[in-house]
């Protein structure tokens, strides 16, 4: 049993280690563990929260570092299949002294992408408080897709709210029209959802961020929170009664990798809430772990436990909103 559930694909990802190199060009790599619901359960362990994460790896070298790599961040590996007809993804990432970095994917057909709805654990849901999904897996194949509305109806006939992050990558989609459709019929099976403000534009067509939660308020009477990321800014909540607010961002000292600064956003919500915080102090929350995770080169070794996150939050400078 365990506060989050979470299922997804574990990605090994080769970090470059030469600044400003492509892919192509680069030769020094460093390996981590990596994938979007990986990062939260990483990040909620590391705050105290415990987490079950149901996926698939491969029987080789990659799935062992996978299940070994999780367990000793204390994320629960039980539910792991092991897939020996399929290999473990893999992602690589460039090494940028600005913007982004450019990301490459070895994914297609992965152990995770054949999960089945057949293969998930008679899990006890008793304890949890929170289920974690994203529209990344939703993407991964339409086996996936399969396996994670099985998972949501169960979820739903044990009553466990739901946190939903698009997580937008639209190379895993065959266009956009689909995967804007998929994933808002996703978000309507969820309590709180959370995208940042280009997604929800993409998603919704709304603007503006009152818009785009009253979109997901509109479209599914499930949804009882939006939460939209605005970068370095800040981030925007809504409640379906009405309160909301706009909560200013950290300043980064340094910007090392953005990739993961969203998945820190959403676990600081998430475990604000089950702390008992406010909507507006688990959204500063979301804001200050998604600014530490941009000054690691690892998707979420920035993340803090509870006494780096209580220090950053009471000095670190907030943002001009």
């Known amino acids: 049993m365990a506060e989050i559930v979470t299922i997804g694909e574990p990605l090994v990802l080769f970090a470059s280690e030469d600044e400003d190199q492509s892919l192509a060009q680069a ?76 990301t490459f994917y070895m994914r297609q057909d992965s152990a995770a992408a054949n999960l089945t709805a057949a293969q998930l654990p008679a899990l006890d849901l008793t304890a949890t408080r929170f289920a974690h999904l994203t529209g990344i897996y939703a993407g991964v194949s339409a086996t996936s897709r399969q396996t994670l509305k099985a998972l949501i109806t169960r979820l739903h006939q044990a009553n466990v709210p739901i946190s939903f992050d698009p997580n937008l990558r639209p190379a895993l989609w065959p266009d956009e029209a689909v995967m804007r459709q998929t994933l808002n019929r996703l978000a309507q099976e969820a309590t709180l959802v959370l995208p940042g403000l280009k997604e929800g534009r993409t998603l919704t067509g709304a603007q503006t961020p009152a818009a785009i939660a009253q979109f997901y308020f ?100 907030r943002a001009v909103v």
């Not at 705050?47 to 070994?68: C, K, M, R, W």
């Not at 367990?71 to 007809?85: M, N």
Request: hydrophobic share 40%.
């Open 218 to 317: 509109d479209q599914s009477s499930r949804t009882q929170v939006v939460v939209i990321k605005l970068g370095s800014r800040g981030a925007y909540f809504q409640t379906r009664e009405g309160a909301h607010g706009t909560v200013p961002g950290f300043v980064a000292d340094r910007v090392v990798d953005t990739v993961g600064a969203g998945d820190g956003f959403a676990l600081g919500v998430l475990t604000g809430r089950l702390e008992g915080l406010d909507w507006a102090a688990a959204t500063e929350r979301g804001n200050a772990i998604g600014a530490l995770g941009v000054q690691s080169p690892s998707d979420n070794d920035g993340y803090p436990d509870q006494a780096g996150l209580t220090q950053f939050i009471k000095t670190a400078t």
């Open 27 to 102: 030769t020094h790599f460093h390996k981590y563990l990596a994938g979007a619901e990986v990062n939260v359960a990483v990040g909620a362990t590391r705050l105290g929260h415990s987490v079950d994460y149901l996926t698939a790896v491969g029987a080789g070298p990659n799935g062992e570092f996978i299940t070994q790599a999780l367990a000793s961040r204390g994320i629960e590996t039980d539910h792991i299949a092991v897939d020996s007809a399929h290999w473990t993804g893999v992602m690589f990432k460039q090494k940028t002294s600005v913007g982004d970095p450019a």
